[in-house]
T-cell receptor, first 114, second 114 residues
Framework: DTAVSQTPKYLVTQMGNDKSIKCEQN?????MYWYKQDSKKFLKIMFS???????INETVPNRFSPKSPDKAHLNLHINSLELGDSAVYFC?????????????FGEGSRLTVL | AQSVTQLGSHVSVSEGALVLLRCNYS??????LFWYVQYPNQGLQLLLK??????LVKGINGFEAEFKKSETSFHLTKPSAHMSDAAEYFC????????????FGAGTRLFVKA
């Protein structure tokens, strides 16, 4: 039973298109995140939601719009895709406890923009 | 501002040799520190964490790390490398700023030679 699952695992699309990535966690965590990993493996936080409320938005272009219908789901919609959006996008969750902050990651969604 | 620096983007060791991956951090508040491992085409998984208890932390697969406040370091070690340890390793610092925000180092790719 996968703890944090993302779909799709691979997306290949043309510039200017719109795409969505879905994420679900069955860990009962309160907080979910989107991270972007570039071709050099550098990981950068994009968004964080706590109980469906946006709490971190790291100067991401407004072409990226996260949506959290409930605390177990966090989706990412990207409009007008650009070449520079090519990356691996990771969803993660955490309990939000003061004693941990440990992140549980999905397997990633590799987006290739042509 | 908080940051994480990993010294060496690539480290190569022989099977059975000591593994040492270096991490230095800067944080204005006591940090939570983590090491994550990423195997090819997978998400990150937690190796070990420091949360202000014991300064020597033991993790999975025989890895351990020592928190040294005076040196602002959290280096990862393993006495004897195994071929299966070949992966990308990320040091991370997590802060609670009204929501957990984790900042990752640039990663160190570990190669293990037979």
């Amino acid at each position: 039973d996968t703890a944090v699952s993302q779909t799709p695992k691979y997306l290949v699309t043309q510039m200017g298109n719109d795409k969505s990535i879905k994420c679900e966690q069955n860990l009962g965590h309160d907080t979910m995140y989107w991270y972007k990993q570039d071709s050099k493996k550098f990981l950068k936080i994009m968004f964080s939601y706590n109980n469906k409320e946006l709490i971190i938005n790291e100067t991401v272009p407004n072409r990226f719009s996260p949506k959290s219908p409930d605390k177990a789901h966090l989706n990412l919609h990207i409009n007008s895709l650009e070449l520079g959006d090519s990356a691996v996008y990771f969803c993660a969750s955490s309990q939000g406890s003061l004693t941990t902050g440990e992140l549980f990651f999905g397997e990633g969604s590799r987006l290739t923009v042509l | 501002a908080q940051s994480v620096t990993q010294l060496g983007s690539h480290v190569s060791v022989s099977e059975g040799a000591l593994v040492l991956l270096r991490c230095n951090y800067s944080s204005s508040v006591p940090p939570y520190l983590f090491w994550y491992v990423q195997y090819p085409n997978q998400g990150l998984q937690l190796l070990l964490k420091y949360t202000s208890a014991a300064t020597l932390v033991k993790g999975i697969n025989g890895f351990e790390a020592e928190f040294k406040k005076s040196e602002t370091s959290f280096h990862l070690t393993k006495p004897s490398a195994h071929m299966s340890d070949a992966a990308e390793y990320f040091c991370a610092v997590t802060l609670n700023t009204g929501g957990f925000k984790t900042i990752f180092g640039a990663g160190t790719r570990l190669f293990v030679k037979a």
